[in-house]
């Protein structure tokens, strides 16, 4: 290649003088040369002789020509370009300064103004290119240049021709669109259309790097960190460098959602929401660990793994055991359904203060919800000798349950009752039933159990009504139930403001909106703390709320000693309630104690057998303590119980890429 310049020289003799080399990279090599027509200095852009190959002349020149018509403050103009003897170049500005990768290289760590100055000024850039149909596919510190205090994006042209050409063509050249540090997955994963979102992505990583001093995703390899891009959760930059305001870390978080529909809709979008810098919130923090625990928290929330799950059981001796299946809504308002999911819950609660008995977990015994499944299958699967179901008609202010308990082993109906009561009666039936139930097995009640096996959260039918309704909200986790749950909390408190359940209930959704993207956490953390306070204060006993303020310490506030003091209350409250054990175990995760993070969701698991989340969340732990083999057993677990969760693909695909094995995990991925 030493013959290279002076090959390019002889061809370009009549209009450009070479000086120097600039720099090369994997597509092209940069000289500095003179304009002899103009009398000024210019960069040269030469393409690689075997990408011009693949390329091709016309189709370079075609691209290049749709590039060099955007003119734009922020774009590094074309002014020339062409073939000479067989080379494809085109010619740029010569700027003085120096490229943002060279600053970087200087500084890792941008001032936090500068940097959303620079993102802003790209992203002003993208935004007009995308408006004229050219998308970038390269965005990188190498290609934004810094001049005269501003951001200039440079080499718009190469990507187009590259994507024009085909992978037909460039398989034997090496070279693929994009840089894996800042590629999008759906360019990791060779997606065929790609748009202006894939630039944004890739802009958020370029962000992030100047915030944090790295790109979001590191890696051994290409192929490592393309993976990263396409499993990994985002580690959070204020873990990192707490000097980030709020706003801008969500902005950059939204950036880089794993889906371009869950991304800002435009460049300019985004520029716009790194405005709103707001203010760090004044709350003390604990140092910032590796940022690898609260990212993979919120993706394992995401996820979908809180759900409502509330005295669980294990396994055991079965004929000491039942499981109360959801109760059926009789009639036909579709309104009634979180009632009638409710009475469960309450009777699960209930049955699980009798001494000696194992009650079902919420999650497994709701697996059955809908499903036509005989009595005694699902006493063998959840290991249970009793199975209670039954059903719910309201109409107006009256209240018909019919309840059944029914021997899982034969079959035979051991009890059966109705009861026609007002409405508000709710917790009397419930404590009827659960009294009924405890006849029927001959099991004796302890004095305190004796006294209330049903103890009214409130005395507001209303109220509970209306704290059903958030329930059933909340377990559906997307934004729109999670606003309207908060919206059902919020009521019931406004008719009962003694009702603690409710402010646990508005703390979880508050928390959880926050945790999952849905709202900047600045703006309701300090509502979500506000409502478990509250909730403490009336009711200090409350499991539900001890485990909502380890959940805000944990995954809000990065307070790990307080959340785990917070969790152990909870569990010596009730050492069999499942995502107590679940947010123990990323508490582990975060203080580097993994064994003991393993066994907290074994723990979670064995409570919980046919909870989905609970499983995803143990094949998480396997591979995050490197266990890749147990956690690839673990994924196919779960694949078994639900081959459509989608998590279950990227346990299966992490797993499946630290043991080597590439082409499953692609397969896996495919599937998601």
């Not at 090599?29 to 002899?36: H, M, R």
């Not at 100055?117 to 935004?127: F, N, P, T, Y």
């Not at 969760?645 to 346990?651: A, D, G, L, M, S």
Request: hydrophobic share 45%; proline share 5%.
């Amino acid at each position: 290649m030493a013959e290279t310049p002076a090959r390019l020289q002889a061809a370009l003799v009549a209009r450009y003088a070479l000086d120097r080399e600039l720099g090369h990279g994997g597509m092209a090599t940069v000289y500095l040369a003179q304009d002899l027509k103009h009398g000024r200095p210019v960069a040269i852009k030469v393409l690689r002789p075997e990408l011009a190959a693949a390329l091709g002349a016309e189709r370079f020149l075609r691209e290049i020509e749709i590039a060099a018509r955007l003119t734009h403050p922020h774009i590094l103009p074309l002014h020339d370009s062409g073939e000479a003897n067989g080379f494809l170049y085109y010619v740029m500005p010569y700027l003085e300064g120096e490229s943002l990768r060279d600053r970087l290289n200087r500084e890792p760590q941008l001032p936090v103004e500068e940097a959303v100055r620079i993102a802003r000024e790209v992203a002003s850039a993208l935004s007009y290119a995308h408006s004229h149909d050219v998308v970038h596919r390269d965005i990188k510190p190498e290609n934004i240049l810094l001049s005269g205090g501003e951001a200039v994006v440079a080499d718009f042209g190469i990507a187009r021709a590259i994507v024009a050409a085909g992978t037909e063509k460039l398989t034997d050249t090496g070279l693929a669109v994009g840089t894996p540090g800042y590629m999008s997955p759906e360019q990791a994963t060779a997606e065929a259309h790609i748009d202006g979102r894939a630039d944004t992505y890739a802009l958020g990583c370029v962000l992030y790097e100047m915030l944090a001093g790295h790109p979001p995703f590191l890696g051994t390899t290409a192929q490592e960190v393309l993976a990263r891009h396409t499993l990994d959760p985002v580690p959070p930059l204020r873990t990192i460098r707490r000097a980030v305001p709020p706003a801008v870390e969500h902005a950059v978080f939204k950036a880089l959602a794993k889906s371009p529909a869950d991304r800002f809709p435009s460049a300019a979008a985004f520029s716009e929401a790194l405005t709103q810098t707001g203010a760090p919130p004044s709350l003390t923090r604990q140092a910032a660990r590796p940022a690898v625990f609260v990212a993979a928290g919120v993706a394992a929330l995401v996820a979908g793994y809180v759900l409502l799950t509330r005295r669980p059981g294990s396994s055991g001796d079965p004929a000491r055991s039942i499981a109360v299946l959801p109760f059926v809504n009789i009639g036909a308002d579709p309104n009634n359904e979180p009632f009638s999911d409710g009475m469960s819950e309450e009777l699960i609660t209930a049955l699980a203060k009798v001494e000696g008995l194992r009650v079902t977990a919420r999650t497994s015994a709701f697996s059955f919800k809908g499903k036509e499944v005989d009595v005694r299958e699902i006493g063998n699967k959840l290991n249970v000798g009793y199975v209670l179901e039954g059903s719910v008609r309201r109409a107006g202010p009256r209240l018909r349950v019919s309840a059944q308990l029914i021997n899982a082993t034969t079959g035979y109906h051991l009890w059966s009752d109705e009861y026609d009561r007002d409405a508000g009666d709710v917790f009397a039936v419930q404590d009827e039933i659960t009294r009924a139930i405890v006849g029927a097995l001959r099991l004796k009640l302890s004095g305190a159990a004796n006294a209330a096996l049903v103890k009214p959260a409130t005395g507001n039918a209303e109220a509970h009504d209306l704290y059903l309704q958030g329930r059933y909200f909340f377990a559906k986790r997307d934004s729109t139930s999670l606003r309207k749950a908060q919206d059902y909390f919020e009521r019931a408190i406004a008719d009962d403001p003694s009702y603690a359940l409710a402010y646990a209930g508005l703390s979880d959704a508050y928390s959880h909106r926050a945790v999952f993207g849905y709202v900047p956490p600045h703006d309701i953390h300090a509502k979500a703390k506000q409502a478990v306070l509250r909730a403490l204060a009336l009711d200090s006993t409350l499991v539900e709320a001890h485990t909502s303020l380890g959940f805000i310490e944990l995954f809000l506030e990065w307070d790990w000693a307080a959340a785990g003091r917070e969790f152990d209350r909870a569990l010596a409250l009730d050492a069999r309630y499942p995502p107590a054990h679940l947010f123990r175990a990323w508490y582990f995760l975060a203080t580097d104690r993994m064994t003991d993070a393993v066994g907290e969701v074994q723990t979670a698991v064995r409570l919980d057998p046919f909870s989905l989340v609970n499983n995803a969340r143990l094949a998480s732990m396997l591979y995050y303590a490197r266990r890749y083999n147990e956690a690839l057993a673990q994924s196919r677990r779960l694949l078994e119980m639900d081959s459509m969760f989608f998590q279950v693909r990227v346990e299966l695909a992490r797993a499946y890429l630290q043991l080597g094995q590439c082409d499953e995990a692609l397969a896996a991925m495919k599937h998601a």
